[in-house]
């Protein structure tokens, strides 16, 4: 990871990404609204559905079997925040603010399904969201997620991390 962000297709080999994206995609697996995506969201009408199963390094979930596998590709890291979020189908593709994450850490994102929404970046590089494929990138590089209108959910996995 030498790169301001880069992208790996086909993250997971097939077994773990199923599993992952089954346990999501599952009528179980437990949705929270946040009322505003981030302080630099449009309006108060932009928000998500989370998941977030560990906070400030401590597990938040009993879902963190999905954080242990998706991490399985980068070995001996720290996590400071991991969760899912889930974005509903947009009539046009919406822009959601500029934001960094955190100071001090990376970013992976791993992305569930493919859709017309994507991960943009201030420079004006755009990720667009494809099954399987992983964005890491510093966590306070700005960036803004761009809805989709092609299916209803794009789902994807957000992980705070260092290296140990």
């Not at 494809?130 to 994807?156: C, G």
């Amino acid at each position: 990871m030498n790169n301001m962000i880069d992208v790996v297709d086909n993250f997971l080999n097939e077994k773990d990404f199923d599993e992952v994206f089954n346990t999501i995609s599952s009528n179980n697996f437990p949705w929270f609204t946040v009322d505003r995506l981030n302080d630099k969201a449009d309006n108060d009408n932009d928000f998500q559905l989370i998941h977030t199963i560990i906070n400030e390094g401590q597990p938040n979930s009993s879902f963190t079997n999905i954080v242990d596998i998706t991490c399985k590709p980068m070995p001996q890291i720290d996590i400071f925040r991991a969760r899912v979020n889930l974005f509903t189908k947009t009539h046009v593709n919406k822009k959601y603010g500029f934001h960094k994450d955190m100071n001090n850490a990376r970013t992976l994102l791993l992305y569930l399904e493919d859709s017309n929404g994507y991960t943009e970046f201030n420079d004006g590089k755009k990720i667009k969201s494809k099954k399987n494929r992983a964005v890491l990138f510093k966590s306070d590089y700005l960036h803004q997620t761009v809805s989709q209108t092609d299916v209803k959910f794009r789902r994807n996995i957000n992980i705070n991390f260092s290296y140990a």
